[in-house]
């Protein structure tokens, strides 16, 4: 990988670092049985799941 390629990939990781709100997937988990009103990966997985998965993408991007 070329060095432009690789500060591509950083910044774009940085971008959704940054941007944080609504850069999660969605969970398939609902509130009740209508499946009307989807739980938040933060409720799903709390603020520590937010950071890893966050944290996941940093090393991604900084692979080699």
Do not use: H
Not at 17 to 23: P, T, Y
């Amino acid at each position: 990988m070329n060095r432009s390629e690789r500060e591509k990939r950083l910044e774009s990781a940085l971008v959704r670092i940054e941007k944080w709100f609504g850069e999660f997937p969605a969970t398939n988990q609902f509130w009740d049985e209508t499946k009307e009103r989807p739980m938040s990966y933060a409720s799903c997985y709390g603020s520590n799941g937010e950071r890893e998965f966050m944290r996941d993408i940093a090393r991604k991007a900084l692979e080699k």
